[in-house]
C-alpha cells in the first residue's frame, strides 16, 4: 500500500541554524500538507500546497518557514533560523484531487529537536 | 467551519464495540463528519466519513443523527491496537486544500 514517507525521522540542530524537512508524498497525490505537533499538544496545521503554490497558511507558518516541491516527488519544509519554540514533531500529509474528498494520509512525522 | 464537542476519554473493553460521539449542533449543509485517530507518536490516519447517510468501512460505522447535529463513531470490536486520540472533524464539501483542525478529541483506553 502506497504510503508518504519522512525524512529524517528525528533532527538535532541549534537554535539559529537552518533545517529542511523531508517528505515523499503519495506518487498520485495533488494537495500536500504541513502539520506541527508540540509535544503534549495537539496537532497544528502549518500550510497547503497545491499546483506548485501555497493555498492556505496558518498564522503559525510566518517568514521563517518556507515549502517547496523541487521536484515530482519530494515536498519540504525550511525553517530559516530554529527557535527553541519550534521543537515537534513535525508531520507530512497528502491527499488526491477528488472532489469532496479530504481523506489525508500522514506520514511518521520527523522530531526536530532545537537546542 | 462547525465546532465539535467531544468527550476528553473514554474507556472500553477489548473485544466490545467502542461507540465515541460528537457534537456538531452547528454543521451547516454542505459539510462533512470526518474521523481521524491518533495512535501514541504516530501520524494521524483516515478512519471514516460522512454526510447524512450511516457509513461502514473495514475499520469503523459512522451514525449521523437526521438532523446532523451529532454523530456516533462505532468501533465493533475493539482491540488494545485502538487504544488512540479520536478526531471527530468537521470539513466542508469542496475540500479544497482545506487543512484539518485538531481539537482535543477522544482518548479511547482499550482494557484488556
Known amino acids: 500500500e502506497p504510503e508518504v514517507t519522512q525524512t529524517p525521522s528525528h533532527q538535532v540542530t541549534q537554535m539559529g541554524q537552518e533545517v529542511i524537512l523531508r517528505c515523499v508524498p503519495i506518487s498520485n497525490h495533488l494537495y500536500f500538507y504541513w502539520y506541527r505537533q508540540i509535544l503534549g499538544q495537539k496537532v497544528e496545521f502549518l500550510v497547503s500546497?497545491?499546483?506548485?503554490?501555497?493555498?492556505?497558511k496558518s498564522e503559525i507558518f510566518d517568514d521563517q518557514f518556507s515549502v517547496e516541491r523541487p521536484d515530482g516527488s519530494n515536498f519540504t519544509l525550511k525553517i530559516r533560523s530554529t527557535k527553541l519554540e519550534d521543537s515537534a514533531m513535525y508531520f507530512c500529509?497528502?491527499?488526491?484531487?477528488?472532489?469532496?474528498?479530504?481523506?489525508?494520509?500522514f506520514g511518521p512525522g520527523t522530531r526536530l529537536t532545537v537546542l | 467551519d462547525a465546532k465539535t464537542t467531544q468527550p476528553t476519554s473514554m474507556d472500553c473493553a477489548e473485544g466490545r464495540a467502542a461507540n465515541l460521539p460528537c457534537n456538531h449542533s452547528t454543521i451547516s449543509g454542505n459539510e462533512y463528519v470526518y474521523w481521524y485517530r491518533q495512535i501514541h507518536s504516530q501520524g494521524p490516519q483516515y478512519i471514516i466519513h460522512?454526510?447524512?447517510n450511516n457509513e461502514t468501512n473495514e475499520m469503523a460505522s459512522l451514525i449521523i443523527t437526521e438532523d446532523r447535529k451529532s454523530s456516533t463513531l462505532i468501533l465493533p470490536h475493539a482491540t488494545l491496537r485502538d487504544t488512540a486520540v479520536y478526531y471527530c472533524i468537521v470539513l466542508p464539501s469542496g475540500g479544497g486544500a482545506d487543512g484539518l483542525t485538531f481539537g482535543k478529541g477522544t482518548h479511547l483506553i482499550i482494557q484488556p
Open positions: 500529509a497528502s491527499r488526491t484531487g477528488l472532489a469532496g474528498y479530504n481523506e489525508q494520509f
Open positions: 500546497f497545491y499546483n506548485n503554490e501555497i493555498s492556505e
Open positions: 460522512g454526510l447524512k
